[in-house]
């Protein structure tokens, strides 16, 4: 393990910017939320405990260009925009987020492997940073995530008044020693001590103890059933909020821009929640809300996992749980389901 | 006032006068409260709720409750009245099948703003009218109600109910001297670079969930430009600045004249975006230039920027105000 005073974290960044992009959570004074943004000297690192939107926009973004064609004639030119081969470095993801990559990386890593998602994977480092105040809305360790010992190419903590820091990855040694001279060497004394103290914390977390147990493939009818998803889905606005604050929903649509002069075909996140999600030459296959907002859950509580060896498309982030306009969120639904199981 | 709109609930469902009851349903921690739909006395007893904390306009859900089979009971504040009210001269909503009790209200406590002073970790929140007490993982705190509430209810512009078929509690009145122009005054007041930077430093942040839209009541296409392919503004993410600034110009321009300053549209934003000052922008031009007008207040006068008198600005009003040529 490797620390560096706190009051040098300035150095650190500015030592890292030198060589590539930085990205770390700020304060934004306009929305009163942490996002992330790009490291120039007077960004100070947030202390909030998550950013608004969730670290996945780094590898899979709201909208990329995928490629241009110009028409000429009888001809079509191709042309390649691609841009995703940056080197850059996000600083100070939570534990959450840290997990969602795996999530992502099942899907966009698999056969067809998607190159624009790999190529940000592999010029991208991550270094995480340990929570030590979780929200209410926090249910990451009903995932067996653990908060305090987050993943990441690096896992970092703030105790007192040091960084602490130790590589998991090759990418992370690298990492560290490409900033080894601002680093000394230390044992884990401290970190253990805030590990501990934060445990305490988890352990009265309201939805701590939210029992996925129901949630298994041998009972993907019987949930795919429920009476329940009525109510539930009630007075679902449709909006799909819940999904582009989700560091985890994977969806998107590619879509073509016609400029005039050419196409620009593009991706943009989607959402199960909409009217032409999914949309065939009949239609939606689900025809109401009610489909729709059944298939987010079922798909990040019983799909993703039957196809992923168990492993929940959730992270427990309390993202959707503190947007969703009419308070409707995935804790409400296991809940919910559950009673009935 | 909880106890008496419950028994009030029971009564119209038990003679069949309704079928259901639009109110709302409690949370895991008080402030995340759900719009519900209740059929039945034991639903009203274990989940109905009504307090400080009922933030959400129930009036939209009526265009879909309204075609359903016998009629619904839905509860509404007085600036949902407004709302209601709109979508009656909209058309949107079937009268006849909804039953509408007017329900007092002297504002409403907002997480988001009691989340903003700092309080972190909280699992649970009460208010008696005076005082919000806070519970959190990390300590207990209280402050005064009117901390506690966001600027919309802080700005409240009428306590009076425009529709209804039954009023629970005390009539109130229009709140004349409100101070919801006090920012868009502001922003008028800036040159056209800063309110352009002011603007894009706001809409940048947009992440185009559609949640302003699809709570708004004004909002209530069949089916949005943005979402219709043959509408040349089919729009599922911003592309570029432009068409984030797009998307809202659009909608602000859409609902000007209809929005009846319910405040939603900023209350759901999950970036924080002040998506009202646009609206009340329009509301101010409105009364400005056609005279004092409030969406909602009255659901058979026409509305002036559907009216054609001799007395209307002309559009070189513009250049007046100081607009470029
Ligand atoms: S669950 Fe909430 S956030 Fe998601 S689509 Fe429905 S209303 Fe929107
Ligand atoms: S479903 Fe909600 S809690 Fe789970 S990862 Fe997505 S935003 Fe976070
Ligand atoms: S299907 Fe829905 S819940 Fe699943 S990843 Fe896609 S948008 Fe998210
Ligand atoms: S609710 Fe906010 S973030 Fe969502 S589309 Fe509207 S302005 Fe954008
Ligand atoms: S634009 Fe906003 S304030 Fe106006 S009616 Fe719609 S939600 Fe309400």
Known sequence: MFTLPVSKLNDLFAAVASTRKLYLPVDDEASGHAEYKVWHEGVTLSNALNTARSAKDFFFPQTENLVDFKMEGKTIEVIDTRTESEDFVVFGVRACDARSFDILDRVFLAEPVDSYYKNRREHGVIVTLACTRPEETCFCTVFGIDPTNPAGDVSGWIAGENLYLSANTEKGEAFLSSVSKLLAESDDEAVKAQQAEVKEILKKLPLGSLDLTPFKPENLLKLFDSKRWKDLSEACLGCGSCTFVCPTCQCYDIRDFDTGHGIKRYRCWDSCMYSDFTRMAHGNPRLTQVERFRQRFMHKLVYYPSNNEGIYSCVGCGRCLAKCPISMNIAKVIKALGEEA | ?325
């Open chain 2, 1 to 325: 006032m909880q106890s008496e709109m419950i028994k009030r609930a029971k009564e119209l469902l038990a003679s069949g006068e309704v079928a259901r009851v639009v109110g709302w349903k409690a949370g895991e921690f008080d402030y995340d409260i759900t719009p519900g739909v209740f059929t039945t006395a034991e639903e009203l007893d274990s989940a109905f709720l009504y307090n400080d904390l009922c933030e959400a306009n129930l009036s939209k859900y009526m265009i879909a409750q309204s075609r359903k089979e016998g009629k619904t009971l839905v509860f509404l504040k007085p600036c949902d009245t407004y709302s209601f009210s709109q979508l009656l001269k909209e058309h949107r909503i079937l009268r006849e099948n909804v039953y509408v009790i007017g329900v007092p209200c002297d504002g409403k406590v907002d997480v988001d703003t009691v989340k903003a002073t700092g309080l972190t970790g909280i699992c649970s929140m009460t208010s008696d009218g005076e005082t919000v007490t806070v519970k959190t993982l990390y300590g207990d705190s209280t402050m005064s109600k009117a901390d506690a509430m966001s600027e919309r209810c802080i700005n409240c512009k009428s306590k009076k109910h425009v529709v209804y078929d039954e009023l629970l509690g005390e009539e109130g009145d229009v709140v004349a001297d409100n101070h919801r122009f006090d920012m868009v005054e502001k922003i008028e007041a800036m040159t056209p670079d800063e309110r352009f930077e002011f603007w894009r430093n706001e809409l940048s942040r947009c992440i185009r969930c559609n949640a302003c839209r699809n709570v708004c009541p004004a909002c209530s296409c069949e089916k949005c430009v943005f979402d219709n392919e043959q509408s040349g503004a089919f729009n599922k993410g911003a592309s570029d600045s432009f068409e984030e600034n797009m998307f809202h110009i659009i909608r602000a321009f859409h609902v000007a004249g209809r929005c009846t300053d319910c405040g939603e549209c900023s209350r759901v934003c999950p970036q924080n975006i002040p998506l009202h000052l646009l609206n009340r922008k329009f509301i101010k031009d409105i009364n400005e230039l056609y005279g004092e007008y409030q969406a909602g207040e009255n659901a058979d006068e026409r509305a002036p920027l559907n009216t054609f008198t001799t007395e209307d600005v002309e559009p070189s009003i513009v250049y007046e105000r100081g607009g470029k040529q």
